[in-house]
């Protein structure tokens, strides 16, 4: 199908739970002129942490890269799992090859009209002011679903588990 613009975000390449699979799909079914990925596209917080990468998350950027080197507009606004690359915005945004790099857009409709664009995580101060917070809470994420294969296997166990899977988150 075509359209005009594709928006993604939080798409955590370099994470198990992210579905590249499903996001290739997308790329595949629609044909776009422009593209804004809003944050988190690499998760590299995960991946300094613990690396994981598999073949759909290398074709993911492929075929990003690929389509801004065939003229479509790409536009990446940096998340709060990608945020040491703030760093490198500080006044002027930059472009990596053809990629805008922002920390925040202004898209305009066909109208006109202009929409702001951020990831959003710009407002949540308090977690901002204590990186550590992210490390923290990334950890209790990955914790609650080792406890909860856990909780399933001791269930499966002792017969408890009757009709397929039971989620404690
Ligand atoms: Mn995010």
Redesign the pocket.
């Known amino acids: 199908m075509k359209i005009r613009t594709l928006f993604i975000s ?1 798409v955590h390449l370099g994470t198990t739970k992210c579905q590249a699979d499903k996001l290739l799909q997308v790329l595949k079914d629609y044909e776009y002129d422009e593209l804004i990925i809003v ?2 596209f690499i998760d590299l917080t995960s991946l300094k942490r613990k690396f994981y990468w598999n073949p759909d998350h290398s074709t993911v950027i492929q075929k990003v890269l690929r389509s801004s080197r065939k003229g479509t507009k790409v536009t990446y606004i940096i ?3 990608d945020y040491f690359l703030r760093g490198l915005i500080k006044e002027e945004n930059i472009n990596l090859g053809d990629v805008l790099i922002c920390d925040e857009h202004y898209y305009q409709t066909l109208k006109g009209e202009n929409i702001y664009i951020c ?1 959003g ?1 710009q407002f949540d101060g308090f977690i901002r002011l204590h990186p550590f917070l992210y490390v923290l809470g990334d950890w209790a994420y990955e914790m609650s679903f080792k406890i909860n294969k856990i909780y399933n296997k001791i269930r499966r166990f002792f017969g408890t588990l009757k009709t397929g899977r039971c989620s404690l988150i």
């Open positions: 939080d944050g988190d998340g709060n799992h990831h995580d």
